[in-house]
């Protein structure tokens, strides 16, 4: 059984318009035998978003069209391969109630979806943390370095479990070492080994799932998956469920490095 549980897809406003057909076909071909489309969802409507084009959400009035579509491919390729309607929802410290209300109206439609953290807040500002290198390092100066990026990060996770968005709250976490995406650009040695293994635990503790993200080994500054191969493995020996995500945003992408991530899975 092979799946990928981490793809976007033509409605992602910084992503790519491959079509829908050409990544199933893809996934077909590759002899996977499930997918699930986790479209970036819109983010609250009272939420600013701090990136320059405003472009890390779904547009709200693309939501149902995004939704049909999926669900008639669902039908359309039944016969070939299990395709899930998903989103990613980000968690955003302050916007826990908005992004309940959210939920509680989409969740009904959902097969699966994934919760993730991309943005950080301090003091009253937020930051896109995996935008730009620049936006990365930027925000790590604010904040005190970053150790204390890599800890806020962390910390922002753990809420993420403890939140409570309602009863249609993704049960899979998203990319949790995303604080490693700009390593390469900081070349800071930051010992998170306890943070890392504490925030897997925690996970496994409260009944989630691991989005063993792979995208992280072509990122330029980064060059490891999300979380790195040795926390994979320890989540195997917690019995922390896996699903792989290539986190593809165009064809090209799908299902990148399934090999090297999956001799660990």
């Known amino acids: 059984m092979k799946k990928d549980g981490h793809i976007h897809s033509p409605f992602c406003p910084h992503g790519t318009k491959d079509p829908f057909e050409h990544y199933i076909e893809k996934a ?6 499930e997918i699930t489309f986790t479209e970036h969802a819109p983010l609250p409507t009272n939420f600013v978003d701090p990136t320059p084009d405003k472009d890390s959400g779904m547009d709200p009035k693309d939501l149902t069209a995004y939704i049909e579509t999926v669900q008639q491919l669902k039908e359309q390729y039944k ?29 009904p439609f959902l097969d699966d979806a994934i919760l993730s953290v991309h943005f950080l807040k301090h003091n009253d500002t937020y930051a896109c943390i ?7 390092l930027d925000f790590a100066k604010q904040v005190g370095g970053i150790d204390s990026l890599y800890h806020l990060y ?9 939140a409570n968005l309602g009863r249609f709250k993704p049960r899979r976490i998203g990319h949790p070492t995303l604080i490693h995406k700009f390593q390469l650009a900081h070349g800071e040695k930051i010992n998170d080994h306890s943070r890392i293994t504490d925030m897997l635990t925690k996970m496994k503790e409260l009944g989630y799932e ?9 990122k330029t500054f980064c060059k490891e998956p999300y979380p790195p191969m040795p926390y994979i ?9 896996l699903v792989f995500g290539s986190d593809a945003h165009s064809v090209k992408d799908l299902h990148q490095h399934y090999e090297t991530i999956y001799k660990n899975v």
């Open 79 to 107: 016969q070939q391969i299990k395709i899930n309607v998903g989103l990613e929802i980000d968690y955003i410290i302050g916007y826990e109630t908005e992004t309940r209300a959210f939920l509680d109206i989409v969740g």
């Open 154 to 162: 962390y910390d922002t996770v753990l809420k993420s479990l403890e």
């Open 210 to 218: 691991l989005d063993v993200n792979s995208a992280g080994l072509s």
């Open 28 to 33: 077909i071909e590759h002899g996977f035998t």
């Open 130 to 136: 995996d935008f730009s290198d620049e936006v990365y």
């Open 233 to 241: 493995d320890f989540a195997r020996s917690i019995s922390l469920p």
